[in-house]
């Protein structure tokens, strides 16, 4: 399906359309419509129920704005930032390695330097985008992509819209890891929104400034934790590893996951576990498998704290388009908020056993230490302290020489000063009081590692409606239908009266429609025009049953009864009303309409074309 015709489908139908167009609309921000919204709510409990009850894990909802503080620990300060490059001649602002894609069929350009995009730009001679004027010699630029805000009135306190949801999870770790008895592993999922002051919006739902994650975040013992990789071991996938990536004639690897873990081509058991999990999940919700794949991240393009990253790709339109993301993120989350923040992000991890070790320990004179030093005392008692841990033998000879900041205190003690750095202070070994003592340990507390699955949910969306978009014949007649799950679908059936002016079939249709509504069941209801148009308007939206009421039903002796349609065959059985609630719930969970063939009256399809 174009791209352009799925624009054009997603708002006439109400899937989504541009935001605030009543006053020009806004570039990157998008509001799903009624038929969206649904669909989009839909996908979320499905990821919810994979992800978070299936998994045993637990989910929270944290803030979306957040102080300056967490994304200086985070690194998003100095590190968030994609290339732009601005037109001398219209002053229009671009994505760099964006417009050198486009423009050399090259893949992966965020993994490139910013002196490289120069260069591509000048060779291939890439002119802007909106008024035509050559972009060659203008400098590429880093541009941090948060949305800076202030907490508080005036001033206030500079803060941040979160541009992911993982912040929320890592800073509220130490509350966290309680809730889970400071017990590994341990999962927690957030589904919300996300902020990115993208320079260059584009693609509908594709790239957006406003957009929903669903993320997990995984806490384990790296040196005793395995995830269930038996689960999914013989689960088939398609992946495009690196090496791959850089060959000339490099091609997919069809393989199962315990063979791509075995093999070392997916580097760490728990990234295998959850591209398994995800391939049966992204099938169970209705991407096409032969547009779907796994590339792992370039050295280039990986960030600088994972060890293995992998992404999940969909093919929309010609493009393959991210849709989640997969990554071993280490210990590097936790210990930077451990060094920022005011709250421990270890945990506690217990012995099998009681051991006895060794430790070197020292106790400063202070007596000696304060007249000495002055004000620099307490700072070169503690870093005795943390030598003793560090290097032991530091302290055989008859003096040991420490370092303290340059800025600390006034005190005349010894040492040669730098402005802003350290310098040495050295001190009597008789003084620090150091020894070595025998100590009995319970346990020892660690730094979790994290491995990230995290779903990007508008892209979700959008490659679900572009795979599900078909065209066929039916009844001589051409249609359009969105095959979608009917667990994804944004209404789980249609109720019609075949004719209007009966009122047995507009009372019972009535009924129909409320008693499944009450089961829990989101329903449609439609009297305007022919069976056959009202059964086009159900298929393009993508309804996956639709319920008619005719006298057939309601004349004789026997249980009202009701024809139900199932959208992509077209085919039709009479099913008691009675037995209809139950019957479209199966269905909706994955029960398969040939069974409904096999036990019901089949109805001959002729009806499609029945006017009033």
């Known amino acids: 399906m174009a791209g352009a015709d799925l624009v054009e489908l ?11 167009g009543a006053y020009g609309g806004t570039a990157g921000f998008y509001t799903f419509g009624p038929q969206g919204a649904a669909l989009k709510r839909n996908l979320e409990d499905a990821w919810r129920d994979r992800f978070t009850l299936r998994e045993g894990n637990r989910e929270i909802e944290a803030p979306t704005v ?20 601005e037109c001398g001649e219209c002053g229009e602002s671009h994505r760099a390695d964006h417009l050198v894609e486009d423009a050399t069929g090259i893949e992966d350009a965020e993994a ?66 309680e809730y889970a008895r400071g017990s590994l592993p341990f999962g927690i999922t957030q ?30 013992d790296p040196e005793a934790d395995e995830p269930p990789l038996h689960r999914v071991e013989d689960v088939a996938v398609r992946l495009y590893p690196a090496t791959e990536q850089e060959d000339d004639a490099g091609e997919y690897l069809d393989t199962t996951v315990g063979e791509a873990v075995e093999g070392g081509v997916i580097g760490s058991p728990w990234v295998g576990y ?27 393009e990986r960030a600088h704290y994972a060890a293995d990253c992998w992404d999940a790709e969909s ?21 930077k908020h451990d060094a920022y923040g005011d709250d421990a992000f270890t945990v ?24 000495e030093f002055g004000g620099d005392a307490a700072a070169v008692a503690e870093a005795l302290e943390t030598l003793a841990g560090r290097d032991p033998d530091a302290f055989e000879g008859e003096t040991v020489t420490v370092e303290i900041g340059d800025d600390s205190g006034d005190g005349d003690g010894g040492g040669d000063g730098s402005d802003g750095g350290t310098r040495g202070i050295e001190v009597d070994a008789d003084v620090a009081n150091f020894s ?71 009372d019972l249709a009535d009924r129909v429609a409320a008693d499944l509504r009450a089961a829990g069941l989101a329903v449609a209801y439609d009297d305007s025009g022919s069976i056959g148009r009202r059964y086009r308007r159900q298929d393009e939206v993508g309804t996956p049953f639709c319920v008619t009421v005719d006298r057939d039903g309601v004349e004789g002796d026997g249980p009202e009864t009701v024809t139900v349609r199932e959208r992509d065959s077209a085919a039709q059985v009479r099913v008691p009303v009675a037995e209809l609630a139950d019957e479209l719930a199966a269905l909706r969970s994955g029960g398969a309409f040939a069974e409904l063939l096999d036990r019901y009256e089949v109805v001959e399809t002729a009806v499609e074309t029945t006017e009033n």
């Open 10 to 20: 997603a708002k006439r139908r109400g899937f989504f359309f541009g935001a605030n």
């Open 66 to 85: 957040m102080p300056e503080a967490v994304f200086e620990a985070s690194g998003h300060l100095e590190g968030f930032d994609d290339m732009l490059v």
């Open 112 to 177: 490139l330097s910013g002196e490289a995009v120069e260069d591509l730009i000048r060779d291939h001679e890439i002119a802007c985008p909106s008024c035509g004027s050559p972009l060659a010699g203008r400098d590429v630029e880093d541009f941090n992509l948060m949305f800076a805000t202030s907490i508080g009135p005036g001033d206030g306190q500079p803060g941040y819209l979160r541009p992911e949801t993982a912040q929320g999870i890592f800073v509220e770790f130490p509350r966290l890891k």
């Open 191 to 220: 589904i919300g929104p996300a902020y990115r002051n993208e320079i260059s919006p584009r693609g509908g739902l594709l790239r957006l400034r406003e957009f929903t994650q669903a993320e997990l975040e995984q806490f384990i």
């Open 274 to 300: 959850y591209l398994g999990v995800a391939q049966e999940w992204y099938e169970r919700v209705g991407v096409d498998m032969d547009r779907f794949r796994f590339r792992q991240h370039l050295a280039g």
């Open 315 to 335: 093919e929309v339109d010609g493009d393959w388009i991210e849709i989640a993301g997969f990554a071993y993120r280490g210990d590097y989350d936790l210990s």
């Open 348 to 371: 506690f991890k217990r012995y099998d056993e009681p051991k006895t070790v060794e430790r070197a320990t020292v106790d400063p004179d202070m007596s000696v230490l304060g007249p």
């Open 436 to 506: 070595v003592e025998e100590v009995t340990e319970n346990g020892e507390h660690i730094t979790p590692h994290v491995v990230e699955p995290s779903f990007g949910v508008g892209r979700t969306v959008q490659t679900l409606l572009a795979h599900a978009y078909e065209t066929d014949e039916v009844d001589g007649e051409e249609r359009t239908y969105l095959s979608l799950a009917p667990e994804i679908a944004p209404r789980d059936a249609a109720v019609f009266p075949l004719v209007t002016n009966d009122d047995r079939l507009t």
